[in-house]
């Protein structure tokens, strides 16, 4: 899970890393409370879980009223990747003098934590220039080692002390929290030579969850996503408009892949399991039925071990209940696929042999 | 460098020379139990089962039951199990398993968390183990030894290799490489985690040389930089067999985690792109579908003839 903005700042505020006033707000009543108790100049800042919220016009600056009732709902209009604001962020104009990036994560083919430093922060990582880059094991940032990065960045004096405190603390708040990214960019350096964190990034591990109650307050699932999770699946909403359904995410990202190679549009991935059974699969076309874009369901299981006619019996039931009316395209690889074949003749689901001849059917179907 | 072999089978003259015994850790619950069947069903020869407080037990009528993994490994001298348990169970049962002896750790669970894999890859380090997962579906040498949750149905012995992050697709691409004829020396899940207990690249130093191998064919996915990393091994190691590759998850959005934990694309970290252009770097062809690996293979072949 990636934590909004103002929530990752809520954690650097709770291990003490020094940020500057500011304060969230889910509509333009509270905005306006917020805009008098933090006065002007301040930013307007989007919430949203993805980055590039800049350049999408999603944070902008306010220096009165007229603009503050002009931009706010302007922000909150905005869509960015498909994200629609969450909240909205006010916070204090800073008066900065250099821009720096930091950032710990999980490095996953070193599997360890990894420090990325540079004095050239404020773009996108990719462009970040002059990298430092330290690999730092399972355990927090000692003193020497914090000491020696702020020595390779040429800090010195108080911005030093600043930036060596501020990634100890980074530290302990990634290593105590088991985050996989924790991000500050910028980090700024003030005209008074203190270390400010402007921006925060941070992406959870979520298998961890379980230990991190703490956190569960920042969980954002949409209804849908929450059934899907309860009943153990994995569902991303697209926004095409045919359903993608199959056992395994490999296999539902590679029939993703080949609907959209055809000119499909998915309107969703979701992966029942490495397993399925006649309920996992009555439950995901439940959850599928409650998308309104969807125009069709594509339908690709590799049963190994599960039998196909269990699967069938789930589109059966499904028709007898009256819980869909879409048509379904259907590839069933496994034991008993002809007795699943014949069970379903007759049926809105069609069996295909292979993968592709489905696909084609569904994009064909949809279009008519 | 681990030799894989030497583990799952062994060596003519050894005792159990292909018949290495194979311990199962959680072997009373519903996917434990289904699968021990079904792992003995293929021939692996499951000597024990674990599950604290059913010791004494026998499953199946003939598979003995123990309560901790110190007493199955000293009264088999198994050298391998494979792992059943819930993730948040996972590091005590993988610490409990390599603390008696256990040499091959096949990890099933999904969802274990990244810090509790890193802690059990520290202990496995110091102990000379192997760790395969977690959220894997497991290593096999086909129609000799399955340790792991894949159907048999798509597995025909052979001498390519597979490597693959994904459990389905491993299947579905052994299946075709299986129906045009390219049966398989041993194929390894990765597994579907940021953190791989084995990574592609130690899959890859476990089979770059077996004898006879023919071929080699990765599955990867997106997320993380591991295909990358692979590329450049297969590059800078001179190794000259026929290798394809295939990537899914090209249409999956950025930043969106798709149903593996380690499926997630961070800005142009983790993207397919970058790891299809490593692969071609490598003059590695990537398949646009599973059904398209065989035919690439099969081409590769052709041209190193």
Redesign the interface.
Known sequence: MQLLEFQAKELFREYGINLLDSMSSTNIEEGRKHAKELGYPFVIKIQVPVGGRGKAGGIQKCQNDDEFELKYPQVMDLTIKGEKARAILLEKMADIKKELYLSLFLNRSKRCYTIIASVEGGVEIESVKNQIIKEIGLGEVSDELAKEVAKEMELEGKTADGFIDTLKKLSKLTIEKEAELVEINPLAIMQDNSIVALDGKFVTDDNSNFRHDELQKYQEKTEIEERAEKSGFSLVELDGNIAVVGNGAGLVMATLDMLSDNGGKPACFLDVGGGATTESVYEALTLISELDRVKGILVNLYGGIVKTTVVAEAFLKAYENNLIDLPVFSRLKGTESEKATEMLKGSRTKIFTTVEDAINAAVMGVKN | MTDIFELLKGSPGDSDYEKKGVIVQGITGAYGS?HAS?MISYGTNVVAGVTPGKGGQKFDDTVPIYNTMHEAVDATSAKISIMFVP??FFLGAAKEAINAGIKLLVAIPE??????T??A??LAKQKGAVIIGPNT?GIMIPELIKIG???S??FKAGRIAVL?????????IS?ALTNAGFGQSITIGIG?D??NGT?LIDAFEMVKDIPNLEGMVV?G??????EE?LAQQIMDSGFNKPTVA?I????????????????IV???YGSAESKVSMFNKANIPVA????EVPVLLAGKMEKSD
Do not use: Q, W
């Not at chain 2, 693959?164 to 579905?172: D, N």
């Not at chain 2, 996915?221 to 591991?226: A, K, L, M, T, Y």
């Not at chain 2, 899914?248 to 499926?263: L, N, Q, V």
């Open positions: 289904l079904n993730a948040k969802h274990v968390p990244i810090r509790d890193m802690e890859l520290e579906p949750i894949m159907p149905m798509p693959s992050k994904s459990g389905t697709l491993l299947y579905e299946d579907g940021p953190v990574r599955v996915e997106i997320g993380g930089d591991s990393i295939y899914a998850g090209r249409a999956a959005p950025k930043e969106k985690r798709m149903g593996h934990a380690g499926a961070m800005g142009t646009k579908r599973p059904t």
